[in-house]
Structure formats: structure tokens, C-alpha cells
């Protein structure tokens, strides 16, 4: 047992003490005793509490890791995250104009990836311990469209038929879409024979009682009462089972927003990494759009809702390894901007050749500030100023943070 004085919240989002010792659901300025093993710890009791500490608003909060920071006053929290973005680009020695976090409201996650664990209660369906194997029962997430919480009682029964097997640890991927629930089942122990007839029987029927739009097994369909929906923009896109999609509305509109204030007058806009097409659409109302992902279903979505949207500019999708396969400077000169939107690995290999080319607006999106950091060097160095950066908080009391940067040259 160890008194600490906390001195910062690290990027993980536990406190910081002098040694380093970690330790979680702590603030800066608290005294606090912590048990420790090794430079991590766990809080016993807080002697000082900060002024910025609040009551955390989920009951679950402190055992289910889902959230870190639900104790701590919104306005010091999102100063945090605009810092960390601000260390991370500092790192690859960029100063820039940081702009204040967009906060996303509570009650607005449209997507989640529920656990579940079967057991003598019967099917415990939530989210796993900090730092554990161990699952917490979720009753209740201030996180989560309140859609997806109401469903809750449903998604545990439908979880049953997909435990039959004792090596299954399944997660329900969860996304709220206009046409209703659309669950992507994966975890499911497939080496003996996969799931059984009645297994699937009871899924389908699970889903038809609680009037979810589609059931998919690892993208496998095994209940579908109307196509899951979303709408990007003026667009709206038919979902592929288990494809990705930003997790936040609010949010998603923020970065785009920001995005097409950067790139008006553009005639020709590539969107590399577009997923099925969340930002293609709202850019397509100003500009010709060629999208590109490594996603063939994404892509045929992408495709398949152009004519959702009169009006657009062209859109030209295609599906494309961006990493093995980027698009070229020699096929970029032909475009007024680009837009990039990579997973966490971020764009290096595209990055290059974004650099190379003729292109003089780009607009980067990122999940991850080390990996656009490490991209934004790259650009810079080719004679591009990153201009702005917007932080977004889109994974509300998280340490998770996404930004999105402005360049030209």
C-alpha cells in the first residue's frame, strides 16, 4: 500500500504518479492510497479529491472497461484530449493550431460490441473488466443509444443458441441503423461442425420476436427481416453485414463538416479509404468523386446507393488494397484533393504517394494521433502545412481520440 500525489492522467488514461505508479480513476492534484504492484496500482481511497472529480453517471462505472474517465468534469477532460493530440504531433516535432475537442453527447453510440458468457445465471451479455477476461453484466450504458440499451433483454436471449458450443466466446457487434438493429455475431467456435441447425433456428427466431432488422454470423446471414439502412449525407447506403461505420453520428457530421470547409472549389476529390461511403456523398454534392477501399462489399454498398442521392456529382468506386496497392501520384495529379480516412496502421504507403503527387488540399482523418502524426511528417516534408486540427471525442469517456488534420501547399 502506497499514499500517491497524482500528478497528470497518461494517455491511457490512468493517473500519473512520480516513480511512474499508474493508477485508474484518479485525477490530477488528488492524494490518494493505491495498491501497487509493480508501477501499476489499484485505488483504494482518495484522501484529496480534485475539484474537477464528479459522480460518474453509470452505475458500472470503476469494473466494466468500457469507460476510464466518467469521474472527471467534461471541460479539464476534453482539454486532456486536445493535449494529447497536441503531445503526439509534438513528437514528430509539428506545432500547429489545435482547435477545441468536439464533444460527442452521452446517449449517441450507435454501434457496440457487446460479450457474452453463458454460466449458471444464464447468459451475462456486456462488456469486459478493466484490464480482465472477466465480463460485467451490463444493465444499463450512458454511452449507448438508449435503442440499444432497451434491446439489452433481447440481445442476451439471442446469445444463447450461439454458446451451444463450450469454446465459443461470442461478441454481438451491434449497430443501430435506420431500419433497426443489425447484429454481426463473430466468436462463435466453428472447428465442429460450426453452429447447428437448431442453434440457427432459435437465432432466427430470437431475432423475429424482438424485430431485429438482420442476424449475420460472422457475415453470414441467418436472419434478415429488411435490409439494415444508413444514411451518409443526402445518401442512403445498404450496410454489409459487419462493415465498418463511424460510431457516432454527431460526431461523423462534425469531421465532415470540417472536412468540406477545407475543400470548397475543389472540382476533383479522391476518397481513399471510404468505407461505403461516408464521406464520398457528402463531397459529392460539391465534387467528382473517386472512392477507394479494400472493402469489396463496402464498395458495392457505396455503388449501389449512388442513385439514392439525385443530383451528385459522379461518384467512381473501387475496390483497392490501398496498403499493397496505393493509388499513385500519377493518378492523383489528376485530382484538386484528397481525403484519407485509414484504419489505426494509418495510410503510410498511400501517405507516400500522396506526397509525391501534385495535389496541393488534403484532408486526413485518423483514429489514431501516433499514426497521423507519423503520416503528417511525411506530407510536411514533401512541403505541406498541416494547417488545423480538430479533435473529436467521439468515444465519450474513453482515452480514445480521433482528429482530423487540414493541409496545403
Given at each position: 500500500m ?13 493517473g500519473?504518479?512520480?516513480g511512474?505508479?499508474?493508477v485508474?480513476?484518479?485525477l490530477?492534484?488528488?492524494?490518494i492510497?493505491?495498491?501497487?504492484e509493480?508501477?501499476?496500482g489499484e485505488?483504494?481511497d482518495v484522501?484529496?479529491a480534485?475539484p474537477d472529480r464528479?459522480?460518474?453517471p453509470?452505475r458500472h462505472?470503476g469494473?466494466c472497461?468500457?469507460?476510464a474517465?466518467?469521474h472527471?468534469?467534461?471541460a479539464?477532460?476534453?482539454?486532456w484530449?486536445r ?5 503526439q504531433?509534438?513528437?514528430?516535432r ?5 482547435l477545441?475537442?468536439?464533444?460527442s453527447p ?5 454501434r457496440?460490441?457487446?460479450h457474452a458468457r453463458?454460466g449458471?445465471?444464464g447468459?451475462?451479455?456486456g462488456f469486459?473488466?478493466?484490464r480482465?477476461?472477466?465480463l460485467?453484466?451490463i444493465?444499463?450504458?450512458?454511452v449507448?443509444?438508449p435503442k ?8 442476451a ?7 451451444e ?6 461478441t454481438?457487434?451491434v449497430?443501430?441503423?435506420?431500419t433497426?438493429?443489425d ?7 466453428r472447428?465442429s461442425g460450426g453452429?447447428s441447425a437448431d442453434a440457427r433456428v432459435?437465432?432466427a427466431m430470437t431475432?423475429g420476436?424482438?424485430d431485429?432488422?438482420r442476424?449475420?454470423l460472422?457475415?453470414?446471414t441467418?436472419y434478415m427481416?429488411?435490409?439494415p439502412?444508413?444514411k451518409?449525407?443526402p ?12 460510431a457516432?453520428p454527431?460526431a461523423?457530421q462534425?469531421?465532415?463538416?470540417f472536412?468540406l470547409a477545407h475543400l470548397?472549389?475543389a472540382g476533383?476529390?479522391?476518397d ?5 461511403g461516408?464521406?464520398s456523398f457528402r463531397l459529392?454534392?460539391?465534387?467528382a468523386v ?7 462489399p463496402?464498395i ?7 442513385g ?8 467512381v ?10 493509388v499513385?501520384?500519377?493518378?492523383l495529379?489528376?485530382?484538386d ?7 489505426r496502421a494509418g495510410?503510410?504507403e498511400?501517405?507516400v504517394e500522396?506526397a509525391?503527387s ?6 486526413g482523418?485518423?483514429?489514431?494521433p501516433?499514426?497521423?502524426a507519423r ?9 505541406f502545412?498541416?494547417?488545423k ?8 469517456w474513453?482515452?480514445?481520440i480521433e482528429?482530423?488534420?487540414?493541409f496545403?501547399?
Open positions: 502506497r499514499e500517491l500525489k497524482i500528478d497528470a492522467v497518461g494517455g491511457q488514461g490512468d500519473v504518479a512520480a511512474p505508479a499508474f485508474p480513476l484518479t490530477p492534484g488528488e492524494r492510497t493505491a495498491r501497487m509493480g508501477q501499476r485505488l483504494v484522501l484529496e480534485s464528479v459522480a460518474p453509470c462505472f469494473h472497461g468500457g469507460c474517465l466518467q472527471w468534469d467534461i479539464p477532460y476534453l482539454d484530449k493535449e494529447q493530440v497536441r503531445l504531433l509534438r513528437r514528430e509539428i506545432e500547429v493550431e489545435i477545441p475537442t468536439f464533444a452521452p446517449a449517441s453510440r450507435r457496440v460490441a457487446l453463458g449458471k445465471g447468459v451475462r451479455l469486459k473488466e478493466r480482465s477476461w472477466n460485467v453484466k444493465e444499463e450504458c450512458p449507448a443509444h440499444i440499451v432497451a434491446a439489452l433483454p433481447g440481445l436471449r439471442l446469445a444463447q443458441p450461439f454458446l458450443h463450450p469454446k465459443s466466446a461470442p454481438l457487434h449497430t443501430l441503423t435506420g433497426g438493429l447484429i454481426d455475431v463473430t466468436g462463435v467456435e472447428k453452429l432459435q437465432a431475432a420476436e424482438f431485429f432488422a442476424v449475420t460472422a457475415g453470414e441467418l427481416a429488411r435490409q439502412l444508413v451518409l449525407g445518401a442512403i447506403v445498404p450496410l454489409p453485414a459487419g462493415s465498418f461505420l463511424q457516432v454527431a461523423e462534425a469531421m465532415a463538416d472536412a470548397a472549389g476533383r476529390v479522391a481513399l479509404f471510404s468505407g461505403v461516408t464521406f459529392a454534392q460539391n465534387s473517386y472512392a477507394a477501399d479494400f472493402s469489396e463496402a458495392a454498398a457505396l455503388k449501389a446507393a449512388v439514392s442521392a439525385p443530383g451528385l456529382k459522379a461518384i468506386a473501387e475496390a483497392r488494397d490501398l496498403t499493397r496497392r496505393p499513385l501520384s500519377t493518378e495529379d489528376k485530382m484533393a484528397v481525403v484519407f480516412d485509414p484504419p495510410a503510410l498511400q501517405t500522396i509525391k501534385k495535389v496541393s488540399r488534403v484532408v482523418i485518423s483514429c489514431n501516433t499514426t497521423f503520416d503528417a511528417g511525411l506530407l510536411i516534408d514533401a512541403g502545412k498541416l494547417e486540427v480538430l479533435p473529436v471525442d467521439q468515444f465519450l474513453s482515452p480514445h482528429l482530423v488534420g487540414v496545403s501547399r
